[in-house]
């Protein structure tokens, strides 16, 4: 009986492996930037947003640990994690809308719940900065700091963007020198705006804006002097 069971044990391992969990794909997935089905992206859902208290980068999107048991999202503007993710795949990621029923969809919310709720289950708050002012400069080494743990991963190293995620994510701040000059504000001015409100308010193209729950004034400034504008 024993002897028998080896090759039994066997076929029903080789079945589990042949079909990873739904869980296990879901977590392939939300590091992969084929989620997104546009050719031209190049983020993942990881690039913005952190699953353990270990990563400690500034990402705009902040963790989703507890995320399916919040009560709402976007700071209230969205009510479903669905419609949530949906801004996501939209607005950073060129891609189509989720549908409810699609497979891997429901793969990366097995990830998600597997994530457990263990830092909390309310609604994260989402401060956006609505009107654009220029704030007081600080400390240049807490603002390499902070380059590295919000912007690095997508603008590589600033003057140059050697190790830029993607060319489209264009070399800081030198990028906005030229429109800065076009349309007569200080260029520090014009990166703090496009820090707060990345794609929205019209401003186009793909980068998240950082609330100031994920980026304080404070680090900013400190951003901003290590930029050197
Ligand atoms: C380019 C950056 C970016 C990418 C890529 C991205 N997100 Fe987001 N996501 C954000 C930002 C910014 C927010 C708003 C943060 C907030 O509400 O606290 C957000 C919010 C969310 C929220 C709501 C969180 C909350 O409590 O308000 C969910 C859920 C979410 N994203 C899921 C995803 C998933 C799943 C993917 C991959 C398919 C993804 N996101 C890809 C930036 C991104
Ligand atoms: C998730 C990737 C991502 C992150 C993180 C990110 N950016 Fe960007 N950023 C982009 C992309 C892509 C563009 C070009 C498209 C656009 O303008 O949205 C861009 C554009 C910009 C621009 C506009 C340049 C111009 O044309 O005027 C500035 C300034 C900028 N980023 C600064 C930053 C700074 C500073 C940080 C860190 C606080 C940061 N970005 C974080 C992806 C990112």
């Known amino acids: 009986m024993t002897r028998s069971l080896a090759p039994v044990l066997a076929t029903l391992l ?74 996501c795949l939209t607005r950073f990621m060129r891609g189509g809308l989720l549908t409810r029923d699609e497979p891997r969809g429901r793969a990366l919310y097995e990830y998600l719940a597997s994530l457990g709720t263990a830092s909390g289950t309310e609604a994260v708050p989402f401060t956006v900065v609505e009107n654009t002012t220029n704030i007081d400069r600080g400390d240049d080494a807490r603002g390499e700091e902070v380059w590295q743990l919000a912007c690095a991963d997508c603008h590589g190293a600033p003057h140059t963007g050697e190790g830029q995620l993607h060319p489209s994510a264009v070399v800081v701040p030198e990028a906005s020198e030229a429109f800065a000059t076009s349309v007569g504000y200080e260029t520090g001015v014009v990166v703090i705006e496009k820090i707060r409100h990345g794609v929205f308010f019209n401003i186009g193209g793909t980068m998240p804006p950082s609330s100031l729950e994920v980026l304080s004034d404070e680090d900013l400034g400190a951003l901003l002097s290590f930029l050197g504008v």
């Open 14 to 87: 080789a079945a589990a492996c042949a079909q990873p969990a739904a869980r296990d794909v879901g977590e392939q997935l939300f590091h992969d930037p084929r989620f997104s089905l546009s050719e031209t992206n190049p983020f993942a859902c990881a690039t913005c947003h952190s699953v353990s208290p270990d990563d400690t980068r500034l990402v705009a999107g902040g963790s989703l640990v507890g995320a399916v048991a919040r009560p709402s999202f976007w700071g209230g503007f969205e009510t479903t994690m669905l419609d949530a993710t949906n801004v």
